[in-house]
């Protein structure tokens, strides 16, 4: 394992090119309405990625193992699917009560932050309503735990506090990861743990935190695409990131824009 910790003038840049990153995806949210394709949605991220002048990470990325080059900008990942689903090959056309997550890896001046949201396309029922809210109190649980002289499975064990009382359960074996010279860095950060294990958290790390939350089992597949994951139970998923630097007081989140 390498942990290639960043430089303070490098996570400026990160917490530019994630400004940038939180203004696309919220843009990319409020189109979120039935009707509208999932290929809009890549089209639009191309051009505001575009328009800043950077570049999306996801887009022409072959992963460890993959057969072929991920074809899209954006992730576009709807209901049971829970991420990398491909919004260009077989665009989906959003229906009222859709699960909606978009994902976004960017690269800004060289460095990547990765960040992702789960839109309700209308007004959602109650399941899915309480399942973005647990995802979403998971990850903020989750950078909470995220502090210096802390461990890598504090960030598990916070996240994990979250979910398990909701009844719900976390996508099993998906973790989020170190970034920001590229997509995907050592170490892993797991959305399960036990507090005061793995790595430690020094200042100058920076790690994508993402909790996958399903309403059903934790099962999984992949699809024949090849990329899309979904669930085995056919149960939905949610799905918030944050890129996050840990520093000497705490921490900062990058893809943020509060
Ligand atoms: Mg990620």
């Keep these: 394992m390498t942990i290639a910790l960043k ?55 072959t992963p460890y193992g993959a057969s072929r080059p991920f074809p899209a900008a954006l992730c576009v990942s709807v209901n049971d699917e829970i991420v990398h689903g491909i919004p260009n090959e077989v665009p989906k056309v959003l229906k009222q009560g859709d699960v909606v997550k978009i994902d976004l890896s960017l690269i800004h001046k060289g460095m990547f932050t990765d960040s ?23 990850l903020v649980a989750g950078i909470a735990a995220a502090l210096p002289g802390g461990k890598i499975g504090d960030i598990g064990a916070a ?31 797991p959305n399960v743990g036990k507090k005061g294990t793995g790595e430690e958290l020094v200042p100058g790390l920076v790690i994508a935190i993402e909790p996958m939350v399903n309403t059903g089992k934790p099962g ?31 921490n900062i989140i990058l893809t943020s824009n509060d």
């Design 220 to 250: 999984w597949k992949t699809l024949p695409d090849g990329y899309t994951i979904s669930t085995k139970d056919g149960s939905r998923s949610a799905h918030f990131e944050h890129t996050v630097a840990i520093t000497e007081k705490g």
């Design 116 to 138: 992702a949201i789960t839109v309700g396309v209308g007004a959602l029922d109650d399941e899915a309503q309480q399942l973005l809210e647990v995802t979403k109190a998971a």
């Design 7 to 61: 430089s303070d003038k490098e996570i400026e840049i990160l917490r530019e090119g994630g400004r940038r990153h939180a203004a696309i995806l919220k843009a990319l949210a409020d189109m979120v309405e039935p009707g509208l394709s999932t290929l809009t949605l890549e089209e639009e991220a191309r051009r505001l990625i575009r328009e800043e002048g950077d570049k999306p990470a996801h887009l022409g990325y």
């Design 159 to 189: 996240i994990s506090a979250v979910v398990e009382p909701s009844g719900f359960s976390l996508a099993k074996d998906l973790v989020g990861h170190g970034v920001g010279y590229k997509i995907h860095e050592d170490p892993y950060v």
